[in-house]
């Protein structure tokens, strides 16, 4: 059983310009979340989707935005990119149960973003 | 507004140490749920535990034990007879029944631990 996948693992940009990440969710899960991790500093959310809608969302610009595909994958875009943006994007997927009030997240290994 | 904070920013000790790693929370949520995760090297925050705000009992699991103190909102973890392969970034987190799903995470102490 394969564990949450991101791609690419490492990826180079200049400032302006626009990337694009991906996730693949645990098998059985159908919500993703992502979160930024600045070098030194612990992960911080910036949304989540679930039913390829937004259900909630960080203190992050609209330069980020993301989508859900209908087989629960997920992509983060990035535009208008700075040199802040440098940092470890890291995705977490989970299944959504009326049962639970919370249901834990399990972590891909994320994708390292360095802008020039 | 919820917050964790992580006082210690890093920590070394010498193998077979006992250590201990802060944790202390912020919610006005009544049901919510504290992590402790761990980041090697590589990068991939590994789950360790999960506690859910009804359940003050500590919890031993092998070297690893946390001690759960809803009275002084902190959550502590401590590793005894620590290994070289303990060495990593370790985060305390909180997500609240207001914003399931959002993990709110500290800023992570560095544990190195020495031969």
């Known amino acids: 059983d394969a564990g949450v996948t991101q791609s690419p693992t490492h990826l180079i940009k200049t400032r302006g310009q626009q990337v694009t990440l991906r996730c693949s969710p645990k098998s059985g899960h159908d919500t993703v979340s992502w979160y930024q991790q600045a070098l030194g500093q612990g992960p911080q959310f910036i949304f989540q989707y679930y039913e390829e809608e937004e259900r909630q969302r960080g203190n992050f610009p609209d330069r980020f935005s993301g989508h859900q595909f209908p087989n629960y994958s997920s992509e983060l875009n990035v535009n208008a990119l700075l040199l802040g943006d440098s940092a470890l994007y890291l995705c977490?997927?989970?299944?959504?149960?009326?049962?639970?009030?919370?249901?834990?997240?399990?972590f891909g290994p994320g994708t390292r973003l360095t802008v020039l | 507004a919820q917050k964790v904070t992580q006082a210690q920013t890093e920590i070394s000790v010498v193998e077979k140490e006992d250590v201990t790693l802060d944790c202390v929370y912020e919610t006005r949520d009544t049901t919510y749920y504290l992590f402790w995760y761990k980041q090697p090297p590589s990068g991939e925050l590994v789950f360790l535990i999960r506690r859910n705000s009804f359940d003050e009992q500590n919890e031993i699991s092998g070297r690893y034990s946390w001690n759960f103190q809803k009275s002084t909102s902190s959550f502590n973890f401590t590793i005894t007879a620590s290994q070289v392969v303990d060495s990593a970034v370790y985060f305390c987190?909180?997500?609240?029944?207001?914003?399931?799903?959002?993990?709110?995470f500290g800023q992570g102490t560095t544990l190195q631990v020495k031969p």
């Open positions: 977490a997927s989970s299944v959504t149960s009326t049962r639970s009030s919370y249901n834990e997240q399990f």
């Open positions: 987190a909180l997500t609240g029944s207001s914003n399931t799903g959002k993990l709110i």
